[in-house]
């Protein structure tokens, strides 16, 4: 099997290796989006609990740490996996639905008024 990496490895590609991953294992009867949505949420909740407690400069300097990096690929990875299943099982276009919200987040965040800056769109 083909070696994967961000610079070659496309979206459709990821989802079919979820797809064939899963299929080889008969658990798309176990895959419903309320399940998937939960599974997903568990897994964001685990990535988080690497940085619980941190400070935002602590948590640039866990990521680097070999071991603590390695989990936490882990469980992006997962992140992941479960996203992309869940679209796979809901027939959605991951591609176009980011295409189209990243457009809605243009026109609630312009640059002019949102760069440098957190404030939510309703408070800029």
């Known amino acids: 099997m083909k070696k994967m990496h961000d610079g ?7 989802r079919e290796r979820v797809l064939a991953f899963v299929r080889e294992r008969d658990w798309e009867q176990f895959h419903a989006p309320k399940n998937l949505s939960m599974a997903l949420a568990a897994e964001a909740g685990e990535l988080m609990e690497h940085f619980l407690w941190s400070t935002p400069e602590q948590s640039r ?3 680097q740490e070999p071991v ?12 992941v996996i479960y996203a992309l299943e869940f679209a796979n099982m809901t027939g959605i276009d991951v591609s176009a639905a980011i295409e189209r919200k990243l457009a809605v987040n ?6 002019e008024k949102s760069r440098g800056r957190s404030e939510k769109y ?3």
């Open 68 to 79: 603590k990096r390695h989990k936490i690929e882990e469980e992006i990875a997962d992140v």
């Open 8 to 14: 070659a490895t496309t979206v459709a590609e990821l």
């Open 106 to 111: 243009a026109k609630k965040y312009p640059v």
């Open 61 to 63: 300097v866990v990521v």
């Open 122 to 124: 309703n408070e800029l």
